[in-house]
């Protein structure tokens, strides 16, 4: 898995990991501990209201036993590959205007595919901003899982990881949203009408 280009203050001295409450100094041991926490934690993310603020509560909330900046947004520029990711300074703005875009009442009563037309949109462009240092893609996944059940819908996240899921992240970066719609929508069923 490419790893994040991430400004030096914020990785262990000497290594290309980012500084996190264990103490952990192998990448391959931080992932692993960082999904356990974040499994751990899945079950009582907090409900909200689809704000920028409850985007990082989700964030704070499952990986607050890792990081000591979880639910922060990042204060430097971060890339992956040529993905070069929104500069910090604007990093706010754009997820507010992300955030205020998201109308439950306009949302329910949406067929599967357009909500999932919607729901593309939206991870897409949380993607491309990227706020946080690092679980990026689980607090997306979480955050748009909260919008579907809200809406009547059922998201199955445990199916939006690996390559597949990536690559089309990838893609979506660029402006191609096939793959990730795609995904989401096989992934989307109607739990209730609302």
């Known amino acids: 898995m490419k790893r994040y280009k991430v400004a030096k203050p914020h990785l262990i001295p000497g290594t290309n990991i980012l500084k996190n409450k ?6 391959k ?10 499994l751990a934690r899945l079950d009582t993310v907090p409900d909200g209201d689809f704000s920028t603020y409850h985007l990082k509560q989700i964030h704070a909330h499952t ?12 204060n430097v520029p971060i890339e992956k590959g040529i993905s070069v990711f929104c500069r910090p300074e604007f990093i706010k703005q754009e997820i507010d205007k992300i955030t205020k875009s998201i109308v439950i009442s306009e949302l329910r009563g949406m067929s599967t595919e357009a909500f999932s037309k919607k729901l593309t949109e939206i991870v897409s462009e949380l993607n491309a901003v990227h706020p946080f240092l690092d679980g990026n893609g689980r607090a997306i996944r979480v955050y748009v899982q909260k919008i579907s059940i809200a809406v009547g ?15 089309a992240s990838e893609k979506s970066f660029f402006g191609n949203n096939q793959d990730l ?3 989401l929508k096989k992934n989307l069923s109607r739990i209730r009408e609302l």
Do not use: H, M
């Open 63 to 74: 990986l607050q036993d890792v990081y000591d900046w979880a639910g922060e947004f990042r």
């Open 181 to 183: 719609l795609k995904i």
């Open 29 to 38: 041991d931080l992932d692993r501990f960082e999904l356990l926490s974040f």
């Open 22 to 27: 264990p103490g952990i100094t192998n990448q």
């Open 153 to 167: 819908f059922r998201l199955d996240v445990s199916k939006l990881r690996g390559e597949s899921w990536n690559i």
